[in-house]
């Protein structure tokens, strides 16, 4: 079973830079890391491969500093790495982005399941995986918590809900965004560092993968961001002194008094 | 402090140093605590390949040697020196077997020690035989195709949760020490069982039993080396463990640095931190030194022993007496940069000095060590 696993590089840190002209994030600045997320997304494709044989690729869209963390995913046992890189994606919003992954997955070829994390820790969004999965066409289930079963023609999975999960079923080939309670991600291991030094990662630009440059980056990207700004909290505390006997008194008369509360 | 170390030693080290900060830390008060053998913790060392770091790459391992273990081992024991000693105390069964096994018993036995799949123990120490390893009473007989061992080995670390034990047993009485043989032995075998487990003042995480042979009979194929090459065995092997005991007492002193440091800079008193006492600060850079002292010595004995080179018995014995010492001190003054505070079991410097003092213990004690450094040291200018 061949997968195809999509990352992302986030920035490590809080503390985002953002470009004031284009109102996006300045990647170059902030220490880099795989979107958190797609790490387990990384795990799952990585046993799907040791219990079926086959090969895991992970696939990004990014500057070609992301080759790096692409090459570290070797370690964890992926086998190939591909990087679409190029100005033309410079600026891309989730449909763009998901329109570049999706030239790049038609370029890789055979593939049975994509998996993707379910958002990216910096824009939240989560689209970028049902959007993939709309240009290639095929179907799609998000939050994936557990995948109870994967066959050559389909794939069953539980796809959580807020108050439990949905047992979904799907043909393949098929993409599936993942959840954190799916599996606990793997160290990585000595000899997959070593191997991972000596591994080269395929670095694709618009032309290799016959992406149409008007679908990509700021030109392709119909989402155009006016203004961020970080929101101020406005949280001002008070403690309640004295014994628990009267701090509970005071709570109470405080929660009344507010009328969040009723004596009958 | 730059120690050039080679790409795959970095890689070692960070590795190890990870598995120490995200598995280790969180769960090492309550492993200590509640005494929990941590085969968890080896299932990700395995996971890493960091089992075999100190093993030949045509049984599995990195290919490295003693330098390699100690760093493994330092970084575990910045986190905890309890769960270090499930992988240290693999690599002092293992070296017997690394050092006089056969081909076949290295093939038999070392990957799977190199994969992590199973521990190793060795067991030399007895009831009364401890300083004096040349007074052990446990017997083997050659009787036809085996040896039949009767005897019971004491405070043996990784007892009952090892799957391989190297054994030093006599084999001729008469010539005494010239009269010991080593022999592998493994769990399970009719005739060998355990002791309770012991409960100890440090290193609870790590499990410490007696080691018992009631006519247990193991093939004749498993002696190492030769009849009467037993002592020579075990000595040899010290030789090059002991650097691993000095890394796990430069871990703990470490672990134990780094808590005082963080602490001093947050506790305030009389309206400041207490980093800014002359006192503390004084105290902080005192065990600074000495940590640094020591991690020189020890990794530059690391690095002379797996050289090749012949006499190491004075330099390890050095790196072990000079790290401990320095463990036992640095956890001690922790503690009492901490205050009350570093005295309760809720915060990490109080199991930092309890684990300390065994590495001035085991492995011979640093009263022997001195000996061993002094004799070495005596012998060596009467021969000028
Ligand atoms: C937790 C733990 C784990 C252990 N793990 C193992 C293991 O895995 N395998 C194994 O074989 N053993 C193991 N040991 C045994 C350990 O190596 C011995 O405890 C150690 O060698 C000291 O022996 P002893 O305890 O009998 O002390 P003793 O030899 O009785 O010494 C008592 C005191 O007398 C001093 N002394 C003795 N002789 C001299 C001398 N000639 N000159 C000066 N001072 C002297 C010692 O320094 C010490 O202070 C372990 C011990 C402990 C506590």
């Known amino acids: 079973m061949n997968v195809i696993v999509c990352v992302k590089q986030v920035p490590g840190t809080n503390e985002v830079k953002m470009n004031k002209e284009t109102n996006t994030i300045i990647r170059e600045s902030a220490e880099a890391i795989i979107n958190p997320f797609d790490e387990y997304a990384i795990e799952e494709g990585v046993r799907i491969k040791e219990n079926t044989d086959g090969s895991v690729t992970v696939l990004s869209m990014g500057i070609p500093q992301v080759a790096d963390l692409l090459r570290e995913t070797i370690a964890v046992g992926v086998d190939n790495a591909v990087l679409l890189s190029d100005k033309a994606f410079a600026g891309a919003d989730s449909l763009a982005t998901a329109y570049a992954l999706s030239m790049g997955v038609k370029k890789i070829g055979k593939y049975d399941l994509i998996i993707c994390g379910k958002q990216a820790t910096d824009g939240d969004t989560a689209q970028v995986g049902p959007s993939l999965a709309e240009k290639l066409g095929i179907p799609h289930t998000t939050y994936v918590r557990k995948i109870e079963q994967i066959t050559e023609n389909y794939i069953r999975c539980q796809r959580m809900t807020e108050d439990g999960y949905e047992v979904i079923e799907m043909p393949l080939p098929a993409v599936i965004t993942v959840v954190k309670e799916i599996n606990e991600p793997r160290l990585p291991s000595i000899k997959g560092k070593l191997k991972a030094k000596k591994t080269e990662v395929m670095v694709y630009n618009a032309d290799d993968i016959g992406a149409d440059k008007n679908l990509c980056g700021l030109k392709g990207s119909p989402t155009q961001v006016v203004k961020t700004f970080v929101p101020e909290h406005e949280i001002s505390g008070e403690i309640i002194e004295g014994t628990s006997r009267e701090q509970a008194q005071k709570l109470v008369q405080k929660l009344m008094s507010m009328q969040f509360m009723t004596c009958k | ?384």
């Not at chain 2, 830390?25 to 968890?40: C, I, M, N, Q, S």
């Not at chain 2, 390893?133 to 017997?139: F, H, Q, S, V």
């Not at chain 2, 037993?230 to 010290?238: E, H, N, P, S």
């Not at chain 2, 000095?353 to 070495?376: C, F, H, P, S, W």
Request: charged share 25%.
């Open chain 2, 1 to 384: 402090m730059n120690y050039f170390l080679t790409e795959e030693q970095e890689m070692i080290k960070e590795l190890a140093a990870r598995i120490a900060d995200e598995k280790i830390a969180p769960v090492a008060l309550e492993y200590d605590h509640e005494g929990k053998f941590p085969h968890d913790i080896m299932q990700y060392l395995a996971q890493s390949d960091l089992c075999g770091v100190y093993i030949e790459e045509k049984y599995g391992g990195l290919g490295g040697g003693v330098f390699e273990m100690a760093l493994v081992v330092e970084e575990l024991s910045r986190a905890c020196g309890g769960i270090a000693l499930a992988f240290a105390g693999t690599g002092l069964g293992a070296f017997p077997i690394i050092l006089f096994g056969s081909e076949d018993q290295k093939q038999k036995y070392l990957p799977d020690i190199a994969s992590g799949k199973k521990l190793a123990a060795f067991g030399l120490t007895e009831a009364d035989a401890g300083s004096d390893a040349a007074g052990i009473r446990t017997t083997a007989v050659l009787d036809g195709d085996s040896y039949v061992l009767n005897g019971t080995k004491q405070w043996i670390t990784n007892g009952g949760e090892a799957d391989i034990y190297t054994v030093v047993a006599c084999t001729n009485r008469s010539k005494g020490a010239r009269g010991f043989s080593a022999f592998i032995v493994e769990k399970g075998t009719p005739g060998f069982s355990f002791g309770k487990k012991e409960d100890k003042m440090g290193i609870r995480a790590s499990c410490t039993r007696e080691l018992i042979f009631e006519d247990c009979r193991i093939p004749k194929e498993n002696l190492l080396a030769r009849e009467g090459m037993g002592f020579i065995v075990a000595m040899k092997t010290l030789d090059r463990t002991r650097p691993g005991v000095a890394a796990q007492a430069l871990g703990i002193a470490t672990g134990a640095f780094n808590a005082a440091l963080k602490y001093s800079r947050e506790r305030v008193q009389f309206g400041q931190t207490i980093s800014s006492f002359q006192a503390v600060q004084h105290m902080l850079a005192d065990m600074a030194i000495q940590i640094e002292a020591s991690r020189c010595l020890v990794y530059q004995t690391c690095r002379h022993v797996d050289s090749g080179a012949k006499d190491i018995s004075k330099e390890s014995a050095m790196a072990k007496v000079m790290a401990s010492d320095t463990a036992m001190k640095v956890t001690v003054d922790a503690v009492q940069i901490m205050g009350g505070y570093g005295y309760m079991r809720e915060y990490p410097v109080e199991k930092m000095m309890r684990d300390a003092k065994i590495t001035q213990i085991y492995e011979g004690t640093n009263q022997i060590q001195r000996n061993v450094i002094a004799l070495e040291l005596i012998k060596q200018a009467s021969k000028v």
